[in-house]
């Protein structure tokens, strides 16, 4: 009788650690590659906020990266169900320490035709 529950016990604790490592490689398949998390990103990305990635991956890359893949797990999860906007992504960003600068312009109007600040400076 003390050899069944052994044995049983044996075979409960080996049954566990199969268990164990089947959840873990599961896992392991489920980490998206950064190319894949883009397809994911890229379409939920409103407004500005194809900009503010970019400029990210240009003055972040590593931590750009891993970013777009927790967000893109976060959107298959479901967690994120809305568009994400440049200003929420900016935020994001700054919220983690990485401010992201933007190249910007300044235009005005002048005699029909738009024209940069720059271009009145140099005069």
Not at 69 to 80: N, P, R
Request: glycine share 4%.
């Amino acid at each position: 009788m003390e050899d069944d529950l052994e044995l049983r016990a044996l075979r409960l604790k080996k049954m566990m650690k199969f268990m164990a490592s089947q959840a873990r490689e599961t896992r392991e398949k489920k980490a998206l590659s950064f190319e894949e998390a883009m397809k994911v990103l890229k379409p939920r990305l409103a407004d500005r906020g194809d900009e503010v990635l970019e400029a990210a991956l240009q003055q972040y890359p590593e931590t750009a990266k891993r970013l777009v893949v927790v967000l893109a797990e976060k959107i298959l999860e479901g967690s994120i169900a809305d568009r994400i906007t440049g200003e929420a992504l900016m935020s994001v960003f700054e919220y983690l320490g990485m401010p992201v600068k933007l190249k910007t312009k300044i235009l005005y109007y002048k005699k029909g035709e738009y024209k940069s600040i720059a271009d009145l400076l140099k005069k």
